[in-house]
């Protein structure tokens, strides 16, 4: 069904709706999607909710997000794109070589992951979202990995050489872990969330470790 087939239930008065291209149509969906969730709850917000939040009709709603899960994985994808997002600029603009600067603004952006004034994310950290909650958190931090591997890492491997082991999974166990320490103590100074990616990263050993071998 496109958007100018759907139609206004019966017996209402059909009126002229603006019809979008697909990927700014689902994008004004989920930002309706968002501010219903974060008005009414996740758990009580309906595709009806949705479709009145953006001024349209349910079928449209339906048209683009088949189910109501398909919706709200929607929204939560966008906000993991958009943490992935945020690692990447940060990436492109930090200066090479400046350790501490470079935790610091790391810092920065998982205390902005987990701001209080958020109803959305504040919703997800209810009892009842603690699955949909930690299904999100494992994919956001998937996602940051996946970036970090594929710019920051190489690029600091080549740079300094890293001394540890298993790197990958060493980043995921970092990750989970600064999350959920500024979540559940927001009152953590940033000195020690730069202490703790130290001494995870053993970053204190840039400078006293061998040259990578170009050969090897």
Known sequence: MSESEDAEPAGQQRTTRTVLEPERRRAELLDAAERAYAERGISRTTVS???????????????????????????????????????????????????????????????AQTRPDDPLRADLHRVENAALYQRFLDRAVLAVVDTLQLTTVEAYSARHGLAIEHVRATFVVLVHGLVGLVRTEPDVPDEVLAALVRQTLRLDMVGRLPAPDPAG
């Not at 349209?56 to 994985?73: E, I, N, S």
């Open 49 to 111: 909710d949705v479709a009145r939040a953006a001024g349209v009709t349910r079928g449209l709603v339906y048209h683009y997000f088949p189910t109501a899960q398909d919706l709200l994985d929607g929204v939560l994808d966008r906000r993991v794109e958009a943490f992935a997002g945020s690692v990447r600029d940060w990436d492109a603009h930090r200066t090479v070589g400046d350790v501490a600067g470079a935790l610091r603004d790391v810092i920065a952006l998982f205390r």
